[in-house]
């Protein structure tokens, strides 16, 4: 059974770094993509980025290139998306997914993490 | 630009049939797009691939009830038979080379 765990909720303060984590089983981590994907309270789905576990290429959407850092570690199934600075407006849920490959270098998410609360309060 | 557009809002009746659409963006209309459902309070489920020319792949244990149907730009999800648990935010996600894209996501109120 294909499942991706999510580390737990977290509370930081504006300019707290945070690096939260995405744990794959039942399938060849490695070789599939993994994205991370924020929900703003309130608010729709926004894709973060993507990494490819095998080779840590790693993709990042326009929106959020230079604010975040997505990395993974293949040895023990991981991926991991970083702050340096967090925000107030980082507060969100975030999401792990898994991305099916359907040729032609792209791919779609077909398994989904439970999810990640950050919040960041002074 | 891929851009995925959803309506905000839709209803239907318990027991009754509704048809949510996503359409694609002008010069896209060849992508397949993934659905995903959100219900109230928890994570995303996926639902199901839907191809161009309405084919369609389903996730694990997705009901017989939620079928696709593309046309032109415009991929559809039909839900028959609608019960109380598919109340819910229905996504529609679509993809090029490594670029990733949602619609805005339509909510569903069973009536």
């Known amino acids: 059974e294909v499942q991706l765990v999510q580390s737990g909720a977290e509370v930081k303060k504006p300019g707290e770094s945070l690096k939260i984590s995405c744990k794959g089983s039942?399938?060849?981590?490695?070789?599939?993509?993994i994205g991370w994907v924020r929900q703003m309270p309130g608010k729709g789905l926004e894709w973060m980025g993507i990494?490819?576990?095998?080779?840590?290429?790693?993709r990042y959407s326009p929106s959020f290139q230079g604010q975040v850092t997505i990395s993974a570690d293949r040895s023990i199934s991981t991926a991991y998306l970083q702050w340096s600075s967090l925000k107030a407006s980082d507060t969100a849920m975030y999401y792990c997914?898994?991305?099916?490959?359907?040729?032609?270098?792209?791919?779609?998410?077909?398994?989904w993490g439970q999810g990640t609360l950050v919040t960041v309060s002074s | 630009q891929l851009v995925l557009t959803q309506s905000p809002s839709a209803s239907a009746s318990l027991g009754a049939s509704v048809k949510l659409t996503c359409t694609l963006s002008?010069?896209?209309?060849?992508?397949?797009i993934a659905w995903h459902q959100q219900r109230p309070e928890k994570g995303p489920r996926y639902l199901m691939k839907?191809?161009?020319?309405?084919?369609?792949i389903k996730g694990d244990g997705i009901p017989d009830r939620f079928s696709g149907s593309s046309s032109g730009a415009e991929r559809y999800l039909t839900i028959s038979s609608l019960q109380s648990e598919d109340e819910a935010d229905y996504y529609c996600?679509?993809?090029?080379?490594?670029?990733?894209?949602f619609g805005g996501g339509t909510k569903l109120t069973v009536l």
């Open positions: 997914a898994r991305c099916q490959a359907y040729g032609s270098g792209t791919c779609g998410f077909d398994y």
């Open positions: 039942g399938y060849s981590f490695p070789n599939y993509w």
């Open positions: 990494i490819f576990p095998a080779d840590s290429d790693t």
């Open positions: 002008s010069g896209h209309s060849s992508y397949a």
């Open positions: 839907l191809n161009s020319d309405g084919s369609h």
């Open positions: 996600q679509t993809w090029g080379n490594v670029i990733h894209v």
